[in-house]
Nanobody, 122 residues
Framework: QVQLVESGGGLVQAGGSLRLSCAAS????????MGWYRQAPGKQRELVAA???????NYADSVKGRFTISRDNAKNTVYLQMNSLKPEDTAVYYC????????????????WGQGTQVTVSS
C-alpha cells in the first residue's frame, strides 16, 4: 500500500509562514502529479496547488503569489511553502499523489494523506 505522510502544519499568526511536507512510500515506480488540497469546516475540499513530475505547477487563485509548491522526484516528496498566511487559509491540508505506478501492480492509482491542520490566527 502507498502511504503519504504529511508534516509541518500548526498554528501561526496572520502574515506568518509555514512549510508543509508530504513523503510518499510503498514500492512506487512513478507519480505523475502531486498536490495539496484543503478543506475548511463546512466547505468542500479544494485544490490549493499541484505539480507534475516535469515541474509544471497549478495554483488556486486565492494562493497565487503567496504559496509555492515544489517537489523532489527522487524522494517522492512534495512541499508547500506558505507565506503571508491569512485567517481564511485555516483548514485541514491534504496531500494527494495522482496516477501512481507501483511495482507489480497494473494501472494507475491515486492516494491521499491523512491531513494536517493549519490554523492562522488574526
Amino acid at each position: 500500500q502507498v502511504q503519504l505522510v504529511e508534516s509541518g502544519g500548526g498554528l501561526v499568526q496572520a502574515g506568518g509562514s509555514l512549510r508543509l511536507s508530504c513523503a510518499a512510500s510503498g514500492s512506487i515506480i512513478s507519480i505523475n502529479a502531486m498536490g495539496w488540497y484543503r478543506q475548511a469546516p463546512g466547505k468542500q475540499r479544494e485544490l490549493v496547488a499541484a505539480i507534475t513530475s516535469g515541474g509544471s505547477t497549478n495554483y488556486a487563485d486565492s494562493v497565487k503569489g503567496r504559496f509555492t509548491i515544489s517537489r523532489d522526484n527522487a524522494k517522492n516528496t512534495v512541499y508547500l511553502q506558505m507565506n503571508s498566511l491569512k485567517p481564511e487559509d485555516t483548514a485541514v491540508y491534504y496531500c494527494n499523489a495522482d496516477r501512481v505506478r507501483r511495482v507489480g501492480i497494473l494501472g494507475y492509482y491515486a492516494y491521499w494523506g491523512q491531513g494536517t491542520q493549519v490554523t492562522v490566527s488574526s
